[in-house]
């Protein structure tokens, strides 16, 4: 039996009845990527000597009658996060030789719950782009079209997924970068509430000492090929840093608000004041909203009380490039400030927000910071109406690569027609900027053969909601597929 593309659920199973072993699931695992990771390159930094012992270790822990969540299971990890003795570059050349002496808190817990590392995957220079290359490690190809991208910035956790390396990864997301590379590969990924897991060690950049740090937008997550894995895995993952335990509180999530797709209430959106969705989008929309309503969900397409949406776009641009810039400061701020006081104050198109935000004051963060608490309020007035909100994670299915060196020249096509680049970020935007939960879903194949995904956003806090929304999609809709 070619155990592969299993669910980490169902490995878990075979485990505990004696089926198979640890060490025979690394093997395939390590055998699999040796013979098709050449042509997708999503592992760039294999481990496969310590995974080797960590999987005969598994197996000598089960043959003593132990027993954890992940307990011999292999897995990946975004190369963002800190392990031991393994590099962490964010692709960036001048970190090319930095290596880590301690593991990241996510990377600690999935061992503690027993899991193999196989290595790490692939991301962008910086982690910020929409797509997965970088001098050190090279490009990470979608494995439904080479020529395609397999998303960013955790698009080589994605592929990886994809191809059968290992049953789960973990990423992180900022501006969709755990959503947009499931809906580009085809795979599940669930982008938590803000705050809700411990991001230490997984989203420092290199050399930088890991300390607990409240992000304003980014999370750390789940990627897996079913629903039900993400679940797994993030009660892996969930829960406050062991430095800063005063936020346990947020360690017991609630029950999901339903159990059967007959209570839900969920509001369906596929079009954006901002930019077109494409058709492949929209029908993969459908496709979802079509399945929930045969399941007898209460499915509506308008609400008054869904926050306006422009200006949502607009709060997140803001928090995402001001925030982005700090992080990473540009040699010419006063070029950046002489160029966005040269803007028409009538142009309020979302690169005007963006040139604008680069030379955000502290003033100016506060306002939008002031801005996106009317937002969160506004959303926990929609969710005593629905359970969900379905929605597009970007606008397109994967798109060729694209490595202009200057991201601002870069375009997306929509049915045709060519948009700036980030403006597809407005989707994954919807539900970062007010911190709330999000499950990327499968929603069928393009035309072309390509993956298309969804994604359910939730309460803040009800992770399990849109979790278990996205299980009972799955029985509906037939969930992950491979490639070949």
């Known amino acids: 039996m070619e155990w592969s593309l299993k669910s980490a659920e169902e490995l878990v199973a075979a485990l505990r009845a004696g089926a198979v072993t640890s060490v025979e699931l690394t093997e395939e695992a390590i055998a699999r990527i040796e013979r098709d990771d050449e042509a997708i390159n999503a592992i760039c930094v294999p481990d496969f000597d310590r995974a080797r012992d960590a999987a005969h270790r598994a197996d000598q822990a089960r043959a003593r009658g132990e027993d954890r969540p992940l307990l011999g299971i ?4 975004k190369e963002s996060y800190n392990i031991a003795g393994l590099p962490t570059t964010w692709g960036m050349p001048p970190h090319r030789n930095y290596v880590p002496t301690e593991d990241a808190v996510q990377v600690a817990r999935l061992k503690d719950a027993g899991a193999v590392v196989l290595g790490k995957t692939n ?4 982690l910020q782009d929409i797509q997965s290359f970088n001098e050190i490690y090279g490009t990470t190809n979608n494995p439904w079209d080479h020529d395609r991208t397999s998303g960013g910035s955790s698009g080589g956790s994605a592929a990886a997924l994809a191809c059968g390396f290992g049953a789960l990864s973990i990423g992180s997301d900022l501006a969709g970068s755990l959503r947009t590379p499931a809906h580009f590969c085809g795979i599940y990924a669930h982008k938590p509430t803000l705050g809700l897991v411990a991001a230490r060690g997984g989203m420092v950049a290199p ?19 079913t629903a039900r894995d993400l679940t797994l895995l993030l009660d892996v993952m969930a829960g406050p840093d062991p430095l800063t335990l005063g936020k346990a509180h947020h360690l017991v ?4 608000r339903h159990e059967r797709l007959d209570d839900f209430r969920v509001l369906v959106l596929d079009e954006h004041p901002l930019l077109p969705t494409s058709s492949a989008v929209r029908a993969g929309v459908d496709r979802v909203a079509a399945a929930l309503v045969d399941g007898g969900a209460r499915v509506e397409r308008h609400s008054p009380l869904l926050p306006d949406l422009t200006e949502a776009a607009t709060i997140y641009m803001q928090l995402l490039i001001s925030g982005s810039v700090a992080r990473f400061p540009v040699d010419s701020h006063e070029q950046l400030r002489i160029r966005a006081a040269g803007l028409s104050a009538d142009d309020q198109s979302l690169d005007a927000v963006r040139q604008r935000a680069m030379v955000f004051s502290h003033r100016d963060w506060i306002e939008a910071n002031n801005r996106r608490e009317l937002h969160r309020h506004g959303w926990r007035q929609l969710f005593a ?4 909100v379905v929605c597009p994670i970007t606008p397109t299915p994967a798109f060729p690569h ?7 020249e870069r375009r997306i096509d929509i049915d045709g027609v060519e948009h700036h680049y980030f403006d597809q970020l407005v989707w994954a935007g919807l539900a970062t900027m007010p911190g709330l939960p999000a499950t990327a879903v499968p929603a069928g194949r393009s035309p072309e053969g390509l993956p298309v995904g969804v994604q359910l956003i939730g309460p803040m806090f009800e992770d399990r909601t849109p979790l278990r929304l996205a299980e009972l999609l799955e029985q509906q809709t037939g969930g992950f597929q491979p490639s070949q």
Not at 74 to 77: C, D, E, H, S
């Open 74 to 77: 292999p897995v990946t990890v």
């Open 123 to 126: 991301v962008p220079l910086g």
């Open 207 to 225: 050399s930088e000492p890991a300390l607990p740090v409240d992000s304003d937008l980014a999370v750390v997550g789940p990627m897996a090929r």
């Open 253 to 256: 999530l609630p029950p999901a």
């Open 385 to 388: 109406e629905f359970d969900a």
């Open 402 to 408: 694209d490595h202009n060196p200057d991201p601002g």
